[in-house]
């Protein structure tokens, strides 16, 4: 259990060095600082897209709204990881600490820290295993990942999904991969 109590506070110091290398290189990209924008962006339209799949979900007809480049849902997974991801970083960062150093902290306070972070990671974990099955496994959405890191999609998927931010961007096609673009 000491095995993986230490692997555990290894990869969470690793994991905020690879948070701090992404918030250094890859946020300051122009074309990502616009996503974050576009994420932060709350209309109308997002309201209606959650009418929407409320609507749908309790069996009635419903048009979705124009939907641009990020949808309502991915808006508030956005927030939702984001927020999770600094309450994890800081709380384990704490814990990380009081283990290692053994002499920072109070140990009522770690005592305090302790169920939070358990807690949030026992949400925060189905939902990430989620994600991967999502992106690596399910055949409607499998080449989206790739898809997304290289950030292009097909047009025909862009329009279906998000016809407002089709109108405003040229969308490629994306590279072969093993995903066939009929499951999509």
């Known amino acids: 259990m000491r095995v993986f ?7 969470g110091f690793a994991t905020l060095g690879f948070a701090v290398w992404v918030l250094a290189t890859i946020v300051l990209r122009r074309a990502v600082r616009a996503d974050l924008r576009a994420l932060a962006r709350v209309g109308v339209d997002d309201y209606l897209w959650f009418q929407h799949v409320v609507l749908r979900a309790a069996g009635e007809r419903s048009v979705s709204p124009p939907v641009g480049k990020f949808n309502a ?33 109070a140990s009522a306070f770690v005592g305090a820290v302790f169920p939070w972070h358990t807690a949030l990671s026992l949400l925060v974990v189905p939902l990430v295993v989620g994600h991967l099955y999502l992106a690596l496994l399910h055949p409607a959405t499998c080449g989206l990942l790739r898809e997304m890191v290289r950030r292009r999609v097909r047009r025909d998927w862009a329009a ?9 961007t040229e969308v490629a096609p994306p590279a072969p991969g093993r995903c066939s673009p009929r499951s999509r």
């Open 5 to 11: 109590a230490w692997l555990h506070v290894v990869l």
């Open 73 to 105: 849902g991915q808006k508030l997974n956005a927030l939702l990881s984001l927020l999770a991801i600094v309450a994890l970083l800081g709380s384990g960062l704490v814990l990380g600490v009081y283990y290692v150093t053994k002499a920072l902290l």
């Open 160 to 168: 279906r999904h998000h016809p407002a931010w089709v109108e405003t």
